[in-house]
């Protein structure tokens, strides 16, 4: 029998596997009225698989400023991912809803228009980019079996 040594049991948690994206699950920003915004630091980004009336999404875990791990989705439209593609991990990015605009078809909400406010930061270089993250690719097919469902999801 081999003798490991060389790790401590005493300090496991530094050595959690638990992602922040898993840490932030139940909590999903729902921004409402104009100017409602979420912010932190991009801590987490994944592919969503589309889950009943939600289409797939680009999942963002930001780190709030009080220190609480926020989800986001996003629409996977074009013209919207590219606005968060180059951001990487450890940079600081801000979801705002910037305008409600009328349903086109009487008895829909609103179409709601966001805006996206980001940097990247010289200290995070290196570090991968959301859309290197945001790979359907690389989804774990158990991984998302055992994610819970929520229903209430938005997406931006």
């Known amino acids: 029998m ?9 300090d496991y948690q530094s050595d959690t596997l638990t992602r922040p994206r898993d840490k932030a ?18 801590r987490d980004a994944f592919y969503r698989e589309a889950e009943g009336q ?6 963002v875990t930001l780190e709030q400023p009080d220190g609480v791990f926020i989800n986001i ?3 996977r439209l074009d013209f919207i991912l ?5 951001l990487r991990i450890g940079d600081p ?18 179409t ?13 270089e290196g570090n991968p980019t959301v859309e290197e993250l945001d790979s ?7 991984e998302e079996e055992t994610v819970p469902s929520d229903d209430e999801t938005p997406g931006f």
């Open 73 to 75: 989705g996003i629409k």
């Open 112 to 124: 709601k228009i966001y805006g996206f406010y980001g940097k990247n930061m010289p200290e995070n």
């Open 25 to 42: 699950w139940s909590n999903w920003a729902k921004l409402e009225k104009k100017g409602d915004k979420v912010q932190g630091f991009i």
């Open 136 to 142: 359907p690719e690389d989804t774990l097919e158990k």
């Open 93 to 110: 990015l801000t979801v705002v809803l910037d305008e409600l605009q009328p349903a086109s078809t009487k008895g829909f909400s609103p």
């Open 54 to 59: 939600f289409p797939a999404q680009r999942g």
């Open 2 to 10: 081999t003798k490991n040594t060389g790790y401590d049991f005493n």
């Open 82 to 86: 590219a606005k968060t593609n180059d």
